[in-house]
């Protein structure tokens, strides 16, 4: 082998490469906003999960963060007009603009509210049972909750079906995101009596300098929320202080206190991916339920790696609309599979940019790859049963890659994903 140039030597390169010779070197190596945000905030501090043998016990510190209650009853939020339940979209966007959050009144009907608590609960307890449930510091977590019940399916979706509120929704989501966002998972959060709270967080990336989310949660209770059992915990606006300090390379200040949410089961509380928040205290023994279901910029990595939990049950039912939601539609060039997806965006080019075929391939063990091929393949290399070939023609022919379920439109009424169909689904 031939000797390579001194410049390409490791010992050479690492020679000129003291930190400050690095470009990007402060923007990268940067602690903030969260460094000043606890240098400056006392109060707020991470709580360290509990091992398994002290679960539950922890000292309770009297003015931290989480020692508060909600804002019509808290000294300092008091006469300040934070977010109140509303249907108006009118109402809904100030409030995320200047509060980071709003709260979507009656969002889900009474009776869609009790499908999910009843199919949360019993998924709790049969996780359980199977010794799989996923403890956390403030109680239990449910997982990928889109193969553990048809109903999450809707959720992830907002379908009428589950989310009577969907089309409203989908807007205020696609005004903060933009078309074609996709969803980073779907968890069902239990707090339970004796839980530690969880610390201050944002869900966006606390480095990610932008006037406006990348992310955005959407909070459902399942269950009456407040300060008596664990009402989520947040700093109304903390977005804008936190996007300000990122932005302008300038520490943060002292912030307000938090408060916890209060919010009827069935209201949807949107949060933009920038505000401080985390999970509250639990004071009573009855096992309080927040759906929490995350979208994000299609360019973002999610947190669910869909493309390996989703059972293949659920991806032969799924609607072309679920699908892109889970990743499994290329949008103009991310996440293609083998190439195939580059150009596609969104349910308007439904048949160019799905990828589930390849997956499902997979599960059947009969995924083939275009490998190592030129001039001197045999035939029988050359009209292999590529996998690719069988998507890209399925495309070009506009067929489709699962067969509609729910969300899904037989009359043609689905809009580019992200946006309100005129029957949202």
Same mark, same amino acid.
């Given at each position: 082998?031939? #000797?390579?140039?001194?410049?390409?030597?490791?010992?050479?390169?690492?020679?000129?490469?003291?930190?400050? *010779?690095?470009?990007?070197?402060?923007?990268?190596?940067?602690?903030?906003? *969260?460094?000043?945000?606890?240098?400056?905030?006392?109060?707020?501090?991470?709580?360290?999960?509990?091992?398994?043998?002290?679960? $539950?016990?922890?000292?309770?510190?009297?003015?931290?963060?989480? !020692?508060?209650?909600?804002?019509?009853?808290?000294?300092?939020?008091?006469?300040?007009?934070?977010?109140?339940?509303?249907?108006?979209?009118?109402?809904?966007?100030?409030?995320?603009?200047?509060?980071?959050?709003?709260?979507?009144?009656?969002?889900?009907?009474?009776?869609?509210?009790?499908?999910?608590?009843?199919?949360? *609960?019993?998924? %709790?307890?049969?996780?359980?049972?199977?010794?799989?449930?996923?403890?956390?510091?403030?109680?239990?977590?449910?997982?990928?909750?889109?193969?553990?019940? /048809?109903?999450?399916?809707?959720?992830?979706?907002?379908?009428?079906?589950?989310?009577?509120?969907?089309?409203?929704?989908?807007?205020?989501?696609?005004?903060?995101?933009?078309?074609?966002?996709?969803?980073?998972?779907?968890? %069902?959060?239990?707090?339970? /009596?004796?839980?530690?709270?969880?610390?201050?967080?944002?869900? /966006?990336?606390?480095?990610?300098?932008?006037?406006?989310?990348?992310?955005?949660?959407?909070?459902?209770?399942?269950?009456?929320?407040?300060?008596?059992?664990?009402?989520?915990?947040?700093?109304?606006?903390?977005?804008?202080?936190?996007?300000?300090?990122?932005?302008?390379?300038?520490?943060?200040?002292?912030?307000?206190?938090?408060?916890?949410?209060?919010?009827?089961?069935?209201?949807?509380?949107?949060?933009?991916?920038?505000?401080?928040?985390?999970?509250?205290?639990?004071?009573?023994?009855?096992?309080?339920?927040? *759906?929490?279901?995350?979208?994000?910029?299609?360019?973002?990595?999610?947190?669910?790696?869909?493309?390996?939990?989703?059972?293949?049950?659920?991806?032969?039912?799924?609607?072309?609309?679920?699908?892109?939601?889970?990743?499994?539609?290329?949008?103009?060039?991310?996440?293609?599979?083998?190439?195939?997806?580059?150009?596609?965006?969104?349910?308007?080019?439904?048949?160019?940019?799905?990828?589930?075929?390849?997956?499902?391939?997979? !599960?059947? $063990?009969?995924?083939?790859?275009? $490998?190592?091929?030129?001039?001197?393949?045999?035939?029988?290399?050359?009209?292999?049963?590529?996998?690719?070939?069988?998507?890209?023609?399925?495309?070009?022919?506009? $067929?489709?890659?699962?067969?509609?379920?729910?969300?899904?439109?037989? !009359?043609?009424?689905?809009?580019?994903?992200?946006?309100?169909?005129?029957?949202? #689904?």
């Amino acid at each position: 082998m031939n #000797s390579i140039p001194p410049e390409f030597e490791p010992a050479t390169i690492k020679s000129r490469s003291a930190p400050e *010779m690095q470009m990007y070197r402060a923007e990268v190596a940067s602690q903030e906003p *969260m460094k000043s945000l606890l240098e400056n905030n006392p109060d707020i501090y991470f709580v360290t999960p509990m091992r398994s043998s002290s679960w $539950g016990e922890w000292e309770f510190k009297r003015g931290s963060y989480y !020692d508060t209650t909600i804002g019509e009853k808290h000294a300092f939020w008091q006469g300040k007009d934070l977010p109140q339940p509303s249907k108006d979209l009118g109402q809904l966007r100030a409030d995320m603009l200047k509060w980071g959050y709003c709260k979507v009144e009656n969002a889900l009907s009474a009776e869609q509210v009790a499908v999910i608590k009843q199919r949360v *609960m019993e998924q %709790a307890e049969g996780e359980r049972l199977a010794g799989v449930a996923q403890k956390t510091p403030s109680g239990q977590n449910i997982n990928c909750c889109v193969n553990k019940g /048809q109903c999450f399916e809707g959720f992830i979706e907002q379908h009428p079906s589950a989310v009577q509120g969907g089309a409203l929704i989908e807007q205020l989501v696609t005004e903060a995101l933009g078309v074609g966002w996709i969803c980073t998972s779907l968890i %069902a959060a239990i707090s339970l /009596q004796g839980g530690v709270p969880q610390a201050l967080h944002q869900d /966006q990336n606390n480095a990610l300098d932008s006037r406006s989310p990348m992310t955005i949660n959407i909070l459902t209770p399942i269950t009456d929320v407040d300060e008596a059992n664990g009402g989520t915990l947040l700093i109304p606006g903390s977005h804008l202080v936190l996007s300000e300090a990122v932005r302008e390379h300038k520490p943060v200040g002292k912030l307000p206190p938090a408060i916890n949410l209060d919010a009827k089961a069935g209201t949807m509380v949107i949060t933009d991916g920038r505000l401080l928040h985390g999970t509250g205290i639990n004071h009573t023994d009855v096992p309080r339920i927040v *759906m929490l279901n995350g979208m994000q910029k299609s360019f973002l990595r999610q947190q669910e790696n869909w493309m390996l939990s989703v059972s293949p049950k659920v991806l032969k039912r799924a609607s072309h609309k679920l699908l892109h939601r889970m990743g499994y539609q290329a949008t103009t060039g991310t996440q293609t599979n083998e190439g195939h997806g580059f150009g596609a965006k969104g349910l308007a080019g439904e048949a160019a940019g799905a990828t589930v075929d390849f997956r499902l391939a997979a !599960d059947r $063990g009969q995924y083939l790859r275009v $490998g190592e091929l030129g001039p001197n393949s045999t035939q029988e290399e050359l009209q292999a049963a590529y996998t690719l070939r069988d998507v890209v023609s399925k495309a070009r022919a506009g $067929g489709k890659s699962a067969p509609v379920g729910i969300g899904g439109s037989t !009359d043609g009424t689905v809009s580019t994903l992200g946006a309100p169909a005129t029957n949202p #689904s």
